[in-house]
């Protein structure tokens, strides 16, 4: 069910959003204790901020409540993806070359599974991070479809 109703609400978003020149970052449709929660990421290159998140979370609940694909009582959620925001859909990984990112991988990749550092190019087929192992530099290149998950990373140093 949970597959159904974020594809139902993608649908009803995407042109919300494309009004508005945002992008859809993420949807999630979780069970948190007691309480569902849906949960919309939106950005845009500018950002978001909280009147772009108002003005879509009251257009989303307008059509959720018209087409009605939830039978339960849930919280809708709009918000930012914040700094590190999840690389989902290729066009994510091509707009995050030259920024730091984390990525886990379904199985190991020179004995690794998790990877920190920059990405230096996505070609559709392969992602290339430059980590450092130890006191050096050194590009691994992971395949597009043993990426398990993939953010951008925020380094403090």
């Known amino acids: 069910m949970s597959k159904k109703v974020t594809s139902i609400v993608e649908e009803l978003v995407t042109p919300i959003l494309a009004d508005m020149d945002?992008?859809?970052?993420?949807?999630?449709?979780?069970?948190?204790?007691?309480s569902w929660f849906l949960r919309v990421f939106i950005d845009s290159d500018e950002g978001v901020d909280i009147e772009?998140?108002?003005?879509?979370?009251?257009?989303?609940s307008e059509k959720l409540d018209e087409v009605d694909p939830i039978p339960h009582n849930y919280f809708l959620e709009v918000s930012s993806p914040g700094a590190e925001r999840p690389l989902k859909k290729p066009a994510d990984f091509t707009k995050a070359i030259g920024k730091n990112v984390?990525?886990?991988?379904?199985?190991?990749?020179?004995?690794?599974?998790?990877?920190?550092?920059?990405?230096?190019?996505?070609?559709?087929?392969?992602?290339?991070?430059?980590?450092k192992d130890k006191t050096r530099k050194k590009t691994i290149d992971i395949p597009y479809e043993k990426?398990?998950?993939?953010?951008?990373?925020?380094i403090f140093f």
């Not at 945002?22 to 007691?34: A, T």
Request: glycine share 10%; proline share 2%; with cysteine.
């Open 52 to 60: 772009q998140c108002g003005a879509v979370s009251e257009k989303l």
């Open 22 to 34: 945002l992008e859809l970052v993420d949807i999630e449709y979780v069970k948190e204790g007691k």
């Open 102 to 131: 984390y990525i886990k991988t379904y199985e190991p990749i020179e004995g690794e599974k998790e990877f920190e550092g920059e990405l230096t190019g996505f070609d559709g087929k392969t992602v290339s991070v430059t980590v």
């Open 147 to 154: 990426v398990a998950s993939a953010r951008l990373a925020v």
